[in-house]
């Protein structure tokens, strides 16, 4: 095919003339179902993955029934090639009513006829600036599918965060300025998007945005060197609700900072509300600005803490459910569910990550996993298990119930003491492999029947006591604080 008569069957941007819906437009253009794929894709490998590599690929033309899909550098190209061509693949096959190809190559590979057409995606993106004056207002924000309130784990962790998010999308009266905050991978930014998406279900006419804070500052950074800010104010001040993700990516950055004030300011007093994420407390959060620091510190405040044992394991099984609906043979036994949780204590980000690991070593489906598959990923991700010292059993039970030294070990027995003791023992049996005498000798006891008859008490009333449940998790999350402080 002639250059002339291949550029003369595309249409607009690189697309080729197709089906069109009742507006006119093509309803299965390429492009648009890219977009989905990358909405899918997003929730289904680590987020840094993610951010790296997947969200840097640019869509560049279809023709003759095959999208064609650039990475900026072969560098990309390799690692898109190696770990994430077969579920990209997978992904727009189930997107892509018209069953056109997806082919994915290197932008330097592509021939320049076709590049000559398109021009360099990444400098076309780079030219282009929103007219503030004519979109705002009009331009929506188009939410991420896979984050909603139906797919996000709830538990005694996250469920007021949860029940503040709620009451925001609901529209019920609180304060102007909300914040989120705890450690990287408790899931904020999935709240937040459900919040978005809830919101643009509702269709009632708020207008909603969500951009990073790492965003916010590159807009205005971007705005201040070309002396025109007037397209960020447009942007963001438009809203009856502003979602801003990481808010310590303004900290210490002075002039972003007071811009960022009047942006809160700017919303609230025409009656819209901001949520924030960040990921520390408001009292922690430093580097910013007196009257910044006083919206932080008078924002209704939430926490979002690592899941429990419980939301750890429905988080496991939602996400194995996620890929197994691409994935039909990816099915877990309840042993390697019980494996991965007791494994992996880090965030929920975590658990995923071993799934999406897993996924990638059954080669998308060719062989289904299995225990030894799994041990081979726990091992390469979280190295090899360490069984805490029976010392820092005992210290973690001191810490979570206030106990000294000689409180645990004596033979005090009043409930205030022995309930403690008794969990300290119960564990020390459940995360070691001492014996029950040496465990006795660390508690300063002579008879071994103790330790027995501690364990046996604590697996019994774990059977139908929730108040007991949730100590023995508090102890067993205070013994992995205390290995990761280097104190094993």
């Known amino acids: ?91 727009w096959r189930k997107s892509d009513p018209k069953g056109r190809a997806l082919q994915i190559a290197c932008w330097k590979d592509i021939p320049a006829s076709t590049r000559d057409l398109v021009d360099n995606p990444w400098s076309v993106e780079k030219r282009q600036t929103v007219n503030a004056e004519e979109t705002a207002g009009t331009e929506r924000s188009e939410g991420v599918p896979g984050m909603t309130f139906a797919n996000l784990v709830t538990g005694d962790t996250n469920k007021r965060a949860v029940g503040l998010a709620m009451e925001i999308v609901g529209g019920k009266r609180g304060a102007d300025v909300s914040l989120i905050y705890g450690r990287q991978g ?45 397209d960020l104010k447009k942007w963001v001040r438009n809203n009856d609700l502003l979602l801003i993700d990481d808010l310590q990516w303004i900290a210490g950055k002075a002039k972003t900072d007071d811009a960022f004030f009047a942006t809160i300011r700017s919303v609230t007093k025409e ?19 007196q009257r910044m620091r006083g919206e932080i510190m008078g924002a209704a405040s939430s926490e979002v803490g690592l899941p429990d044992q419980e939301m750890r394991r429905e988080i496991v099984r939602l996400h194995a459910a996620m890929i197994r609906e691409d994935q039909p043979n990816f099915e877990l036994t309840e042993e390697m569910i019980d494996r991965i949780v007791s494994t992996v204590r880090g965030p929920g980000r975590e658990l995923c990550g071993v799934l999406w690991t897993l996924q990638t070593e059954t080669g998308y489906g060719e062989v289904e996993p299995d225990m030894d598959m799994l ?13 805490p010292s029976l010392d820092n059993i005992k210290r973690a039970a001191m810490r979570v119930f206030g106990l000294s030294k000689t409180e645990i070990e004596s033979a005090n027995k009043s409930r205030s003491i022995c309930y403690p003791r008794q969990i300290a023992m119960y564990l020390c049996r459940e995360m ?38 949730r100590d023995v998790e508090r102890v067993r999350e205070m013994v992995f604080e205390i290995q990761a402080e280097g104190n094993c």
């Open 1 to 91: 095919m002639g250059r002339h008569e291949e550029s003369g069957r595309w249409g607009k941007n690189g697309h080729e003339d197709g089906q069109t819906g009742k507006d006119g437009k093509d309803v299965h253009r390429g492009k648009e179902i890219w977009d989905t794929v990358l909405n899918d894709t997003r929730v289904r490998i680590p987020a840094e993955d993610f951010d790296k590599w997947i969200a840097d690929l640019r869509f560049v033309a279809e023709v003759d029934d095959v999208v064609l899909i650039a990475a900026r550098d072969q560098l990309a190209f390799d690692r898109i090639n190696s770990n994430h061509r077969p579920l990209l693949k997978r992904i």
């Open 375 to 387: 041990v081979t990923v726990l091992r390469r991700q979280q190295g090899e298990y360490q069984a």
């Open 432 to 469: 070691t492999d001492k014996s029950y005498p040496q465990i006795a000798r660390a508690f300063n006891k002579k008879d071994h029947t103790t330790v027995l008859h501690a364990w046996r008490k604590v697996k019994e009333e774990m059977q139908d006591d929730p108040d007991m449940i």
């Open 186 to 230: 408790t899931g904020k930014t999935h709240i937040l998007r459900a919040i978005e998406n809830a919101v643009l279900h509702l269709d009632d006419g708020r207008r909603v945005t969500y951009m990073t804070a790492e965003e916010f500052v590159t807009a205005y950074v971007d705005g201040a060197m070309a002396r025109d800010t007037r």
């Open 271 to 289: 009656g819209g509300r901001v949520v924030l994420t960040a990921d520390e407390a408001p009292g922690d959060l430093k580097g910013f600005s």
